[in-house]
């Protein structure tokens, strides 16, 4: 695996390919990363990791300061995984100057959820992304469902700019009992590790409501964050929306359902799609 710290680099190591496939990440990589690498291999001629910790879409309050920096593992999991380069940029390279120009995206899909929770977080994710969409210049992007929002917001902006990427979806990769695989996992105790597949439980549960024919979506979300707030959680939301653009749903709609909860000091987030019927 190479390892490229500047854009000059970067574009010098993947001269004369002409699919690259491109994993963007801010690095404490678990194996939900890895699998979006592997998935990448088989989508290009190369793949290519990044890893960089976006001040832009961290809140004042926010863990940026405190977010695992764990870089030489990161490279030997890569390696392991089969990319083939990562772009691992200091702050000074990509933001050589202050970043004034920015994506905002379009408030219907980003100030909801978990826009309504962290404001101005899908403008820091857009504008990184944008900026490091032109720095690999890759035909293919795999991003995860586990950010499902993310991904549809990443994905109205490459349609809008007619940027000349596929924006591909990883599949959520989760631990045996059902708990989606995260970075911030790291920071649960071993009780709350225990307690914490009760949000992946919670969203199937609304699920099954769905699917048992309750149509009273509003009662089912009230009834989740009631079931979580008893267990000691935080929730932030537990919505069924429409899964095309998380508006809300009209009958006949392919639905998802999405939470976010802080459990101690941990914020998680978690999504289970719910398809038509036939």
């Known amino acids: 695996m190479q390892i490229t710290r500047t854009i000059p680099e970067l574009r010098a190591a993947l001269a004369g390919y002409l699919r690259p496939a491109f994993v963007a990440t801010m690095g404490n990589l678990h194996d939900g990363h890895l699998a979006l690498v592997r998935q990448a291999r088989a989508l290009g001629d190369v793949s290519v990791a990044s890893i960089f910790v976006n001040r832009l879409q961290f809140l004042p309050h926010e863990d940026f300061a405190t977010y695992p920096r764990t870089l030489e593992a990161d490279c030997a999991r890569l390696q392991a995984a089969g990319c083939n380069v990562l772009f691992a940029p200091a702050e000074e ?57 993310q991904l549809l917001v990443l994905r109205q902006m490459a349609r809008q700019f007619a940027l000349p990427v596929e924006v591909v979806a990883g599949e959520t990769q989760r631990a045996g009992d059902g708990l989606a695989l995260s970075s911030r996992n790291g920071y649960l105790s071993t009780e709350e590790r225990a307690e914490a597949v009760q ?54 709609d392919a639905l998802v359902v999405l939470g976010a909860a802080r459990l101690g000091n941990t914020r998680l987030i978690d999504n289970l799609e719910i398809p038509t019927t036939p």
């Open 93 to 149: 390279v990509l933001y050589p100057e202050p970043q004034t120009f920015k994506v905002l995206p379009d408030p219907a899909l980003a100030d909801i959820l978990e826009g309504q929770f962290r404001p101005g977080f899908f403008t820091g994710v857009c504008t990184v992304v944008m900026k490091m969409l032109s720095c690999v210049q890759p035909r293919v992007a795999i991003f995860g469902r586990k950010d499902y929002q």
């Open 199 to 252: 949000l992946s439980q919670t969203l199937q549960a609304m699920a099954a409501a769905v699917r048992s024919g309750e149509r009273n979506l509003a009662a089912i979300e009230t009834r989740a964050m009631e079931a979580l707030t008893a267990r000691g959680w935080k929730p932030d939301y537990m919505a069924l929306r429409r899964a095309a653009d998380l508006q809300p749903p009209k009958p006949g």
